[in-house]
């Protein structure tokens, strides 16, 4: 059953600093007489597939008495401010010790470490080189310097783009900019990089400095960064095995629990903590976000939403200087990435539409993001795709209407969230509109998925190349015929309950669900994804003259949640197709009523 919206959490979602710097935080409050901790993020894929661990990680340092804050840089994350500043490298330090000093006051503990990892602990060493409120530093997976880290990203961005070219993506357009896992970094943010430097002299502080070197499975530590330090810190080396773990793609993505505990050691380790700092004034914070976005004025702010015993969390954003349409836009997690969606695209959706007057709520459904429960369940992709995630949605639909008043909704969600979207669609009269990008089953079927895998197989043993090549390794590719000599045999002796034919079917049903209740329906595609092809097969993609509440946009490109640049732009276009088609519904509707 649905729930009420909880407000007694342990965790205070907030937003620290001014201006366009604004930057979305978490507190994670603790007891007992550990050092404050700052969780300093990696930059843009990393940070998407960590987020999740690190949320454990504060709840596990909380837990042992460490308060913990962990936060989103300017431009990234649920933090204000689009692409990239002027003085990057000098707003992301800035945050760091903005954060740091509002954890001084806010705990009350006389020291403070900075955990980083990545981009995040070399931003963390340079705020301490700097003299903001940092006594001791972990270094996870840290550079000597940005040049280092950024030659790490243009590697990662050139094996993504050899790996869309041998898909047949088209070539990306000409330009300067850089975009590892879908996040741009254009030449002024690389110059900005490139010119951070990590060779620091760290100010004495009372007890002396201390800091932790991890390496990432069996990579050792920068010895350049450990020589450097050891000019004015006490250092030491851990092996930080879990790292690829833990920056897996977010629905496997585990936390690495081992490191974790040799972090927990070393904090132990300090002989006593130094006097609190007197006089430390905190920086602004405050439970809303104030934005100006295409000139006029929104607001976002955090909401948990209890359901069946766990929190869900989300982003609300309402429209403050222009009049509101009546519609509301509920953004679904896409898999297991957390309530930014893809490359942020979520984020930007969100923003530019409550500015229009569309009152937006980006959400984390259980287990994913900032919300409660068992994010590693979904290991098992069945687990993406269970019923119970549809009340979850209409929980914040329900929510909304307390909350604002507003009864009709719009639904965006890819791939599993498309199909959170779609029958939330078919189970609540609120939903006018659902926006699907990429969904890749919208009747779940157990074993959906090795059919479609079977079937490409089948198509392959036709052609000549197939059997030259398993002619000579024999032994290698010999499995791969395995589950296609099943599908024959299942095919035969079971022809009545083919996976593909069976969600076909219950999908036509779906549609005239749809079409006669008078919600529409948008299905946004790019190449290669093989419901599309199952579509388009079985005569359901394009027929106007049974399902008119039907649009279909077809996205250049070949990649399922839509990395490339310039597959935003493409993806952004179709959405707001499908948005001005559902606001022009609801001015029709509007004036008819009149």
């Known amino acids: 059953p649905r729930g009420k919206r909880c407000h007694r959490v342990s965790e205070l979602p907030l937003y620290l600093g001014d201006g366009d710097e604004r930057m979305f935080a978490v507190y994670h409050p603790a007891?007992?007489?550990?050092?404050?901790?700052?969780?300093?993020p990696p930059l843009g894929w990393d940070d998407v597939c960590s987020y999740r661990s690190r949320r454990v990680w504060a709840e596990r340092l909380a837990a042992h008495g460490h308060p913990t804050l962990r936060f989103d840089l300017p431009g990234t994350g649920d933090s204000a401010g689009y692409g990239e500043p002027g003085d990057l490298v000098d707003a992301w330090v800035d945050a760091v010790a903005t954060a740091a000093a509002w954890l001084r006051s806010a705990s009350g503990r006389g020291r403070t470490t900075a955990a980083g990892i990545g981009l995040g602990g070399l931003l963390a060493l340079r705020a301490a080189a700097d003299d903001a409120l940092i006594d001791d530093l972990v270094l996870w997976a840290v550079p000597s310097d940005g040049r280092r880290l950024l030659r790490e990203l243009r590697a990662f961005a050139r094996l993504e783009?050899?790996?869309?070219a041998a898909l047949g993506a088209p070539s990306a357009p000409p330009g300067a900019s850089l975009a590892p896992g879908g996040f741009v970094l254009g030449e002024q943010a690389q110059a900005a990089l490139e010119a951070l430097d990590g060779d620091v002299e760290l100010p004495p502080r009372g007890n002396g400095r201390r800091v932790l070197v991890l390496g990432r499975d069996g990579v050792p530590p920068d010895a350049t960064l450990i020589a450097r330090l050891e000019r004015s810190a006490t250092v030491t080396t851990g092996r930080g095995s879990g790292y690829g773990a833990m920056t897996a793609v977010p629905?496997?993505?585990?936390?690495?629990?081992?490191?974790?505990?040799e972090v927990d050691a070393w904090l132990g380790g300090v002989?006593?903590?130094?006097?609190?700092?007197?006089?430390?004034?905190?920086?602004t914070a405050s439970s809303t976000l104030e934005l100006q976005v295409e000139g006029v004025s929104i607001r976002e702010m955090p909401l948990r939403l209890e359901a069946g015993g766990q929190q869900l969390f989300a982003v609300l954003g309402e429209p403050q200087s222009t009049a509101r349409t009546g519609v509301a836009l509920v953004l679904l997690n896409a898999g297991a990435i957390r309530r930014?969606?893809?490359?942020?695209?979520?984020?930007?959706?969100?923003?530019?539409?409550t500015a229009r007057g569309v009152t937006t709520l980006r959400l984390d459904v259980e287990g994913i993001g900032d919300a409660t429960g068992d994010g590693e369940r979904y290991t098992d992709v069945s687990e993406l795709y269970v019923s119970s995630f549809v009340g979850q949605v209409q929980l914040a639909l329900d929510a909304l209407v307390e909350r604002c008043g507003i009864e009709r909704f719009a639904l965006l969600g890819l791939c599993s969230g498309a199909f959170w979207g779609f029958h939330a669609a078919l189970a609540d009269p609120r939903v006018s509109s659902t926006i699907m990008l990429n969904p890749r089953i919208l009747h779940w079927h157990p074993r959906l998925d090795a059919s479609r895998d079977a079937r490409k197989l089948g198509q392959r043993v036709h052609t000549l190349r197939f059997w030259q090549v398993d002619a000579r390794r024999a032994k290698t590719y010999a499995p791969r015929l395995v589950p296609f000599v099943r599908w024959l045999l299942w095919r035969a002796l079971r022809p009545s309950d083919r996976p593909v034919a069976k969600s076909l079917a219950q999908i036509k049903r779906s549609f005239d669900?749809?079409?006669d209740s008078g919600r529409t329906a948008t299905l946004i595609f790019c190449d290669g994804e093989p419901l599309r092809d199952e579509l388009e097969a079985g005569g359901l993609l394009f027929d106007d003259s049974r399902w008119p509440n039907l649009a279909v946009e077809l996205v250049p490109g070949r990649d399922h949640t839509f990395r490339p640049p310039w597959m935003h732009r493409h993806v952004h276009e179709a959405v707001d197709r499908a948005l001005e088609r559902e606001l022009a519904r609801t001015v029709r509707r509007t004036v008819v009523a009149g």
């Open 251 to 261: 629905d496997l993505a585990r936390p690495p629990i081992g490191t974790f505990a």
């Open 340 to 353: 930014i969606g893809p490359s942020r695209m979520w984020v930007d959706i969100a923003r530019r539409w």
């Open 161 to 164: 783009a050899e790996s869309f």
């Open 31 to 40: 007891d007992g007489a550990g050092c404050a901790v700052l969780l300093c």
């Open 513 to 515: 669900r749809l079409r």
């Open 271 to 283: 002989d006593g903590p130094d006097e609190a700092v007197q006089g430390v004034a905190p920086s």
